[in-house]
T-cell receptor, first 110, second 113 residues
Framework: RKEVEQDPGPFNVPEGATVAFNCTYS??????FFWYRQDCRKEPKLLMS???SGNEDGRFTAQLNRASQYISLLIRDSKLSDSATYLC???????????FGKGTLLTVNP | IAGITQAPTSQILAAGRRMTLRCTQD?????MYWYRQDLGLGLRLIHY???????GKGEVPDGYSVSRANTDDFPLTLASAVPSQTSVYFC????????????FGPGTRLTVL
């Protein structure tokens, strides 16, 4: 069983749209959660960490629900430059090893 | 500051050949990682090193070996390449205890024929 599951996508949205990505994880002992962004043929880069209280960075909002083992990412007012693959990432314990979801491809259209 | 560099950028390799992918970081990060990324499977951990002199196996270690002689370098070796090792390989590093973010290198595209 895959330990981190994401919406399969792809998502195609117009500029200015709001889009939400969801992710579930199987290990209840998981301690840290992240969203990474990966552009085509490039390396993954940290978009934001996800905290229990929820956190916001400009147009991006991340939320964590530990009881449901669920993580979300909301992008408001989508820009063309938001087009990328978004990876849900979980650190399952004190060993700091990360488990990646397969990613969700977002395309923002003009 | 270069961050993390990987070499080569891409490589086509005959099956059975030995190949070493190089990874160097200049951030003095303690931990380093090797991942492979395949379509439909996402990023999978091959080997890792929490500090110089130590290494550990990840999710898909078979056919690969690593060494960590110093803080900066973490080479990945394919002793006898097979076509199933065709993939994009990413090296990553993490500063140290208490910091979970990993920083990735630009990747190496490897094709084994």
């Amino acid at each position: 069983r895959k330990e981190v599951e994401q919406d399969p996508g792809p998502f195609n949205v117009p500029e200015g749209a709001t889009v939400a990505f969801n992710c579930t994880y199987s290990n209840s002992a998981s301690q840290s959660f992240f969203w990474y962004r990966q552009d085509c043929r490039k390396e993954p880069k940290l978009l934001m960490s996800v905290y229990s209280s929820g956190n916001e960075d400009g147009r991006f909002t991340a939320q964590l629900n530990r009881a449901s083992q669920y993580i979300s990412l909301l992008i408001r007012d989508s820009k063309l430059s938001d087009s990328a693959t978004y990876l849900c990432v979980v650190n399952e314990g004190s060993n700091y090893k990360l488990t990646f979801g397969k990613g969700t491809l977002l395309t923002v259209n003009p | 500051i270069a961050g993390i560099t990987q070499a080569p950028t891409s490589q086509i390799l005959a099956a059975g050949r030995r190949m070493t992918l190089r990874c160097t970081q200049d951030m003095r990060h303690n931990a380093m990682y090797w991942y492979r990324q395949d379509l439909g499977l996402g990023l999978r951990l091959i080997h890792y090193s929490n500090t110089a002199g130590t290494t550990g196996k990840g999710e898909v270690p078979d056919g690969y070996s690593v060494s960590r002689a110093n803080t900066d370098d973490f080479p990945l070796t394919l002793a006898s390449a097979v076509p199933s090792q065709t993939s994009v390989y990413f090296c990553a590093s993490r500063p140290g205890t208490g910091v979970n973010e990993q920083f990735f290198g630009p990747g190496t595209r490897l094709t084994v024929l």
